[in-house]
């Protein structure tokens, strides 16, 4: 899916008329600042397959008098966080050991300058100027919003009070700290989640799905950053509980190959993964840069790509993710940019999608979508950048 021109999605309508937890004590660390004011070393040990978990995870705790760790039974690992990077380097010896890796830092991708915050007095509903260019507004009509479609937004967490919100949260999880609440403490979650499926109200915004499921899954802390680890173990949470859609607006420079192996096991289980192709010009941020993974770049109100966008083979898709206003922390309203604000458009278009009947998308035969088919139908029926939309093209695609 790497290899693609960039083209954008403003065409959704023709889609369908065309046919194991770490302890609190360790997660405490994960909630406030970052590892950058920390003294520890991180790292995401595999074992060999076979080799007992439980056990190796005791004997490193034996050998490392402050080692704290959690399982991450997905890529057969575990996280760990000992004192210094002498035993660090001590980890690689442990009888079973397929490889060490950093446990780095991963962030939202949301361009902070721009954050605009609304408090106050609800504003009268409204459809966000990106909905309204990916023509999702155009499938409801039709009955089809992408009820009962599960989506989860991997990210800050999803504020659990908010009008335009609660209705459609069915559930969640803290990665950071499974005993905590997954509300949202930082307001990226919430703006992201609330382009995927604000609800259709009378007040705030409405979503590109507007009755899909939302499930917030916290891996990211009140400053928008976090580990990779806590990544896996929230992809290793929506696997288990049968998410049809997630979406991640965060990502890092770096290729994990822990991570790697998780979205492949997300994948290979049918879940459509979105993802933000980063702000970095040049460069696609992992997750989004995996070719089981639809990164997604950033327009503008004019069609253009945005200055701050990513570009390059990776980058599958684009949509709008310039002063986007969408939901925020506590009951706020939030005017925000960057891909983060990207990708849920396209997530919201899968659920969508997921939503309308297979037809000749169907190239396995079973009668269903699966991520590849899902991929595939958005590129096929997206604009070329610059092209303006054929809405007949699109009804008799």
């Avoid at 260019?133 to 919003?145: F, V």
């Amino acid at each position: 899916m790497k290899n693609k021109n960039i083209i954008a999605l403003s065409v959704v309508l023709s889609l369908f008329l065309a046919n194991g937890a770490f302890p609190a004590a360790y997660a405490k660390d994960n909630d406030g600042d970052n590892d950058a004011q920390k003294k520890e070393v991180r790292k995401i040990v595999v074992l060999e397959p076979g080799v007992d978990l439980e056990k190796t995870e005791q004997t490193i705790k034996i050998k490392h008098k402050n080692a704290r760790t959690k399982k991450l039974d997905l890529v057969n690992g575990l996280a760990v966080a000992v004192d210094d990077e002498e035993s660090a380097s001590a980890l690689s010896k442990e009888e079973g050991v397929k490889r060490v890796e950093d446990d780095v830092v991963v962030q939202t991708l949301a361009v902070t300058e721009n954050l605009k915050v609304r408090g106050g007095s609800q504003p009268s509903e409204g459809l966000p100027w990106g909905v309204g260019r990916i023509q999702a507004d155009l499938i409801w009509p039709t009955g089809n919003t992408a009820d009962p479609i599960k989506v989860a937004v991997i990210d800050t967490g999803i504020s659990t009070s908010h009008q335009d919100l609660f209705g459609n949260i069915k559930g969640g999880y803290n990665a950071i700290d499974p005993s905590r609440s997954y509300n949202d403490d930082n307001g990226h979650g919430s703006h992201v989640a609330g382009i995927v499926a604000a609800v259709d109200n009378s007040i705030g915004v409405i979503g590109a799905a507007p009755a899909a499921d939302l499930y917030a899954v916290k891996v990211l802390n009140r400053r928008g950053s976090g580990y990779v680890s806590d990544v896996i173990e929230g992809i290793q949470w929506a696997i288990a509980n049968d998410m049809d859609v997630i979406n991640m607006s965060l990502g890092s420079n770096y290729d994990i190959a822990s991570l790697r192996d998780a979205v492949i096991a997300a994948y290979n289980s049918g879940i459509v993964i979105t993802a933000a192709a980063g702000n970095d010009g040049a460069a696609v941020d992992y997750p989004g840069a995996y070719p089981e993974v639809l990164a997604v770049g950033a327009t503008d109100y004019g069609n253009n790509i945005a200055s701050f966008s990513s570009r390059g083979p990776e980058v599958d898709l684009v949509a709008p993710g310039v002063s986007i206003f969408s939901t925020y922390k506590g009951s706020w309203y939030a005017t925000m940019s960057g891909t983060s604000m990207a990708a849920p458009h396209v997530a919201g278009a899968a659920a969508l999608l997921l939503n309308s009947p297979v037809g000749f998308y169907d190239f396995n035969g079973n009668g269903a979508w699966d991520p590849a088919e899902v991929y595939q139908k958005l590129e096929d029926t997206a604009s070329d950048l610059g092209v303006m939309v054929n809405a007949y093209n699109a009804v008799n695609w």
